[in-house]
């Protein structure tokens, strides 16, 4: 069984680069990188500019916002909602991610990110974003399979 390792060309629905709408908390955002950016906000007038970025706007943004203060402690269960909600709204691109079938899914970098993929220089990472996208593959396939 062989890995994924990049999420881009015909696995770039796998980023949270990857633009489509996606509703979260109330609020509607471009991609699931704006979605996860804004909930470090502490305020929903501070989440609701992130609505208007794009993938590259949010993560610039998300880095200059004050963090609330649990970040730590709830960033990895935000992330799996807002996955939850990206794939759940969308038929079309939950159907590709469960079409990847027992793959590994590896969000491999170049950035150094060792947190939520894994990084291609050294090899080395936690790879939450790609355990979380194969969890949420496993929920969608066996809600398919009823």
Known sequence: MNSITEFENEYEFLSNFYEVSIEYDGLTYGSSEAAFQAQKC??????????????????????????????????IRIMEEILRAKFTQHEDIAQKLINTGERILIEGNDLGDVFWGIDTAT??????????LMKIRGELAAMKAK
């Open 42 to 75: 502490m305020t929903n007038e501070e989440r609701l500019a992130f609505t208007k970025y794009n993938p590259d706007e949010s993560k610039i943004a998300g880095k200059r916002v004050k963090l609330r203060s649990d970040w730590e402690d709830v960033k």
């Open 123 to 132: 090899g080395e990472g936690e790879n939450h974003l790609g355990k979380i």
